[in-house]
């Protein structure tokens, strides 16, 4: 089976927009971090002081 190729721009415009739906910088992305980093605190915090 043949691939079609794709010329620089379109490869560019394709990552472009794949990076914004998925991955770290995507909303969905950025609130798991912001949720994990909050849990991280969280746990940080009791193994530091307790409960």
């Known amino acids: ?6 010329s620089r721009e379109e490869e560019m415009r394709f990552a472009e ?3 914004e739906w998925y991955g770290w910088g995507s909303p969905i992305g950025m ?3 912001i949720v994990a980093l909050a849990m991280a ?3 940080l915090r009791i193994a530091i002081y307790g409960f």
Do not use: N, Y
Not at 1 to 6: D, F, G, L, R, V
């Open 1 to 6: 089976m043949a691939q079609s190729q794709m």
């Open 17 to 19: 927009r794949s990076m």
């Open 31 to 33: 609130g798991i971090m």
């Open 41 to 43: 605190a969280v746990l």
